[in-house]
């Protein structure tokens, strides 16, 4: 994050370790790695609880963790599509769920989407875009329940980034790559750099809002 314009601050990221969420969790200010397991709620209650305990408050969540299983849908099986909806989506509802009862007034929460939960044009991410248009949803229909708080969400959607989970290199990087308008792959920091300004006090009156960030993928 920006440290003098979050100033005093406390963030939790959500899948920190590498890729998107290391580069978030990197902008700077105090942030905490959530190690737990998202989608258990007794593990995400506890530390939501313990770093309230510790630090006082908490003022942004960013739902960074997520997955994708890229291949044909008729080929996916039961096992793989649970883990992709227990990360992308219940992970989502229940670390958000916990950081409400701790949050500040006037807080921040920002979802980790994807610009193919607002139009799919690649093949083999059918069950990733279903939940990434789930958190779509998702964030629009909570913004209106906590707008009374004075706390924003919003869903920042990457297209085809870099990452280890998606690399420029990889055998799925040619057809993304071409839908681009730009004709290339972002880099993380272009989702963190979008992230710190949602965090941040010039965006307080966005919210409901889905920011793609996709090179021209969705133009």
Known sequence: MNTQKLAGKVAVVTGPSKGIGASIAKRGGTALAVQANVAKKIDIERLFAGTKNAIG???ILVNNAGTAIPKKFEEATLEEMDRVI????????????????????????IMIGSSVGERNMMPGLVPYAATKGAVKMFTQGLAREVGSRDITVNNVQPGPIDTDLNPASGD????????TALDRYGHVDDIAAMVAFVAGPESSYITGANLTVDGGMNA
């Not at 799925?172 to 839908?179: G, H, I, R």
């Open 57 to 59: 408050r908490l003022d």
């Open 86 to 109: 227990d990360i992308n989506v219940r992970g989502v509802f229940v670390a958000t769920q916990a950081a409400l009862k701790h949050m500040q007034d006037g807080g921040r929460i």
């Open 172 to 179: 799925w990087a040619l057809p993304q790559k071409a839908v």
